[in-house]
């Protein structure tokens, strides 16, 4: 079956646009988990979704970034006022109830 | 929250050599992945596996969860093998909600021809 799907593979944007990332997950995956990974470094978590609802948010670095997943299947990682800093690789994850993670190919992000 | 922390950093091995990479953990788990990303960024996933021993190929991984502590054995090493291996752990003393992984800074492994 298909694995899970990110759009757009690139983005390119200026400070202080807006940015919509969007996740498909793995048909029937429960929980949904969004990460970034900066040059050099590992994945470090945004935010988790079980279902429709964000069970742990505690990663967003502030009240710029959020995300949704209005009907428990796609999610959208939104980004107000983009910074230069903000230019990373955005992963997707999903996996069925608590197990294992399986991850997308990613977004990568460039504000200028 | 917990540490994770992998070895070697970089290495850098001749086709058909064999390795191993560690991964140490500061606290008790829930789940233990190892993943493979190439170089086009894509995690490929490895092995789930938070405790015991587990073989696929030419790879296997040994998870001592007792000692904190987890091995990856690559045998007879090719040259697609080369990219970063990350470890990432699932705290198990986190709350309740908490479920997200949590990585090593990677082994960056270079198989020449």
């Known amino acids: 079956g298909a694995g899970v799907s990110q759009t757009p593979s690139n983005k390119v944007t200026e400070k202080g646009k807006y940015v919509e990332l969007r996740c498909d997950p793995i048909?029937?995956?429960?929980?949904l988990y969004w990460y970034r990974q900066s040059l050099g470094q590992g994945p470090e978590f945004l935010i988790y979704?079980?279902?429709?609802?964000?069970?742990?948010d505690s990663g967003l670095p502030n009240d710029r970034f959020f995300a949704v997943r209005p009907e428990g299947s796609v999610s959208t990682l939104k980004i107000q006022r983009t910074e230069r800093g903000d230019s990373a690789v955005y992963l997707c994850a999903s996996s069925l109830y608590l197990n294992e993670q399986f991850f997308g190919p990613g977004t990568r992000l460039t504000v200028l | 929250g917990i540490q994770v922390e992998q070895s070697p950093p970089d290495l850098i091995l001749q086709e058909g050599a064999n390795s191993t990479l560690r991964c140490n953990f500061s606290d008790s788990v829930n789940n233990l992945q190892w993943f493979h990303q190439n170089p086009w960024g894509q995690l490929i996933n490895l092995f789930y596996i938070p405790s015991g021993t587990k073989q696929n190929g030419r790879l296997s991984a040994t998870t001592v969860a007792t000692e904190r502590y987890s091995l990856l054995y690559i045998s007879s090493s090719q040259t697609t093998d080369s990219g970063v291996y990350f470890c990432?752990?699932?705290?198990?003393?986190?709350?309740?909600?908490?479920?997200?992984?949590?990585f090593g800074s990677g082994t960056q492994l270079t198989v020449l021809p």
């Open positions: 979704f079980q279902g429709t609802g964000a069970a742990d």
């Open positions: 048909s029937g995956h429960t929980a």
């Open positions: 990432a752990v699932e705290w198990a003393i986190s709350s309740g909600s908490a479920r997200q992984l949590t």
